[in-house]
């Protein structure tokens, strides 16, 4: 089955820098990846996704890069906030379900 | 006010009993979701259900089972054989695919926190 691994567990910035987080994934038939936000007792919520037919997405302060040859994907956050605080989750879809990473709590340091 | 209710938020459980966690979506969803939360391991995959009583075991569905009768609602039910049910259980929904697309966005409930005690 799918598998999904996410690093680094945990990722300290000064705000204002930049954040990646990176993920691999093994089922070469994924086509979706999404990654989501869940900030401390919420809900997980996406907050940017990627088609296997593209190499990246931007919107606005994020942006996500897929490389389906080596079959990794990132999470890039620039310029980062205290508000970007949160545990972030890669995603890729196996059958017709989504198999998570195990997340990246990021912490932005006023 | 569209979304997905879990209840309960919290419950405790003694150990050898069953408990049904709660899982209603009015998005008129196809596909609905559990999934279960622990520190440092991401979210795992319990049971899925894409239409009306049909449903497919996830990657940890041992010691729980679903229904799905309504398209409205997916009940999760942890058995007393599942050996370590205390966790934080979420339930999600997709809508309709797109023509080419198996998977789309999940829209998440609030979760279940399950307590063993």
């Known amino acids: ?110 | 006010d569209g979304g997905i209710t879990q209840s309960p938020k919290y419950l405790f459980r003694k150990e050898g009993q069953n408990v049904t966690l709660s899982c209603e979506q009015n998005l008129n969803h196809d596909a609905m979701y559990w999934y279960r939360q622990d520190p440092g391991q991401g979210l795992r995959l319990i049971y899925y259900s894409q239409i009306v009583n049909d449903f497919q075991k996830g990657d940890i569905a041992e010691g729980y089972s679903v229904s799905r009768e309504k398209k409205e609602s997916f009940p999760l039910t942890v058995t007393s054989a599942q050996k370590n049910p205390t966790a934080f259980y979420l339930c999600a929904s997709t809508p309709p695919r797109d023509r080419g697309s198996n998977t789309g966005e999940l829209f998440f409930g609030e979760g279940s926190r399950l307590t063993v005690l």
């Not at chain 1, 999904?4 to 070469?28: F, M, N, R, W």
């Not at chain 1, 936000?37 to 907050?47: F, N, S, T």
């Not at chain 1, 606005?60 to 906030?81: D, G, M, Y």
């Open chain 1, 1 to 110: 089955g799918e598998n999904v691994e996410q690093h680094p567990s945990t990722l300290s910035v000064q705000e204002g820098d930049s954040a990646v987080i990176k993920c691999t994934y093994s089922d070469s038939a994924s086509n979706y990846f999404p990654w989501y936000k869940q900030e401390l007792g919420k809900r997980p919520q996406l907050i940017i996704d990627i088609r296997s037919n593209v190499g990246e997405k931007k919107d606005q302060r994020i942006a996500v890069t897929l490389n389906k040859t080596a079959k990794h994907f990132s999470l890039h956050i620039t310029e980062t906030q205290p508000e970007d605080s949160a545990v972030y989750f890669c995603a890729a879809n196996r059958r017709r379900a989504l198999t998570f990473g195990s997340g990246t709590r990021l912490q932005v340091q006023p």
